[in-house]
């Protein structure tokens, strides 16, 4: 084995300090590492890998294991490269990559059943999940995080049996989630950015939006298609609540931080009732959630967006909320006051005279205001304080504050804002949605 892994290192397929690693065979002691491409593979049945020191795979240079892979607790894995897992994976020890480097890549691949479990977290620069195994390939029993990205190429990641939880750190994305391949479990978010939680359940990806904070905060997501009645009787409510969805609901919890975010679910026609897709002159539809402290559900308020083409999910439905916990949806009584501000909710920036701004009627009775206008996905792209009908409004460009860049001309389509105002001393929020046309 020392012969083997000297040549290796000559070869400068990847620098190694001995003892690097044992290889166990349950069946055959004959088993055989070889080395071909870069290939670390062994055929027979129950083979395993053992990682009991330092291994590192450099930038520029492919592993592939074709055998269970344990990293022992005196185990260090440094991936910089590309690390191909094709069986179970666990993780005793320290799976890390090297903070410099971007191209750090672990492929948890295949087409039988995958279980990733340990005592020590994994982390991964960039990881990949792609098994074709039916219904769930991957059973995730431990922590990971991600720290690039992490694309979901096919297969769904099944966090819920043994009570696994992929992380997101600052900064980190994920590409490619759908109802093909998405994480069934606690999904965490670390970090200020906008992000969408990959999370669904059974055959169904049902993502929930959290828009962009001002601080480090952590927040964990779950979705789960179960009646959530079950847990808290959708009797106890506020009096403005008319039906709660019996079909599926979502957990948000706040790990770090303060803040009140801007939160938006899914709709789906495979799985939310028929009768929340539609608003009447007496109903709205809003997010509710539950309210441990009052005892009953709460109508935190919401704007349904219009049909969305091209995802996985039909709509979206946006509030800020005011707490953390167990939120789905309901259809609630419209608000029937008189409103003394009129909301001009399409901006055609093309300087022709007509709906060049975003008007807000009446909105100079109120100087004390902010208005945040958000994207589709949460990104929050203009904010001002004191808006009002003549030189502080809304053009149709990005004021660049978080992650579009200050001065574009932003795209075609449908976007949130968030209106708060002061009105005889008592504060006021007005939200929905207006419609930029920039062709």
């Known amino acids: 084995m020392e012969k083997i892994y000297n040549s290796m290192k000559n070869n400068n397929f990847y620098n190694v300090k001995l003892p690097v690693f044992t290889a166990v065979n349950k069946k055959d002691t004959s088993c055989i590492l070889g080395l071909f491409a870069a290939l670390l593979a062994c055929n027979q049945g129950n083979a395993q890998m053992v990682n009991e020191g330092d291994l590192k795979v450099n930038d520029n240079t492919i592993l592939s294991v074709y055998m269970d892979y344990q990293n022992t607790n005196s185990g260090n894995l440094i991936n910089d490269g590309k690390l191909y897992i094709f069986q179970n994976w666990k993780n ?22 995958q279980y990733i479990e340990g005592a020590m977290q994994s982390n991964f620069q960039n990881v990949e999940f792609n098994n074709t195994s039916d219904p769930v390939p991957f059973y995730l029993g431990t922590k990971i995080s991600v720290n690039n990205k992490a694309e979901f190429v096919q297969g769904i990641v099944n966090g819920v049996s043994l009570d696994g939880l992929v992380i997101f750190n600052n900064n980190a994305i994920h590409d490619k989630a759908g109802d093909q391949s998405f994480v069934d479990g606690k999904v965490q978010k670390i970090g200020k950015n906008d992000f969408e939680y990959p999370v669904g359940a059974e055959k169904f990806f049902r993502p929930s939006f959290q828009a962009a904070t001002s601080g480090d905060n952590i927040y964990t997501t779950q979705y789960f298609k179960s009646n959530s009645s079950s847990l808290h009787p959708h009797s106890s409510k506020e009096e403005s609540i008319q039906v709660i969805n019996d079909q599926e ?56 967006s219009d049909p969305i083409a091209g995802e996985a999910y039909s709509n979206l439905l946006t509030t800020t909320v005011r707490g953390y916990g167990l939120f789905t949806m309901a259809l609630v009584t419209a608000d029937q006051k008189p409103d003394d501000l009129i909301v001009y909710n399409a901006v055609s920036p093309n300087d022709d005279g007509i709906n060049d701004t975003f008007h807000i009627k009446g909105i100079n009775n109120y100087p004390d205001n902010t208005l945040e206008i958000y994207n589709r996905w949460g990104v929050k792209v203009y904010d001002a304080n004191s808006y009002n009908e003549s030189d502080n409004m809304f053009r149709g460009y990005s004021d660049g504050r978080v992650t579009i860049k200050r001065g574009d001309k932003l795209p075609t389509g449908t976007y949130f804002y968030i209106l708060k105002y002061n009105k005889d001393g008592k504060g006021q929020q007005k939200a929905g949605y207006l419609y930029i046309n920039n062709q």
């Not at 005793?92 to 059943?113: C, M, Y």
């Open 92 to 113: 005793d020890g320290i799976v890390d990559f090297t903070k410099a480097s971007s191209n750090g890549k672990t492929f948890f691949t295949g087409t039988g059943d």
């Open 249 to 304: 609901y979502w957990v948000v919890t706040q790990d770090k931080g303060a803040e009140k975010i801007v939160l938006s679910l899914t709709l789906d026609h495979d799985t939310t009732p028929a009768q929340f897709f539609s608003e009447t002159s007496t109903t709205r539809l809003a997010i509710v959630r539950w309210d441990e402290a009052a005892g009953k559900w709460v109508n935190e308020g919401g704007v349904l």
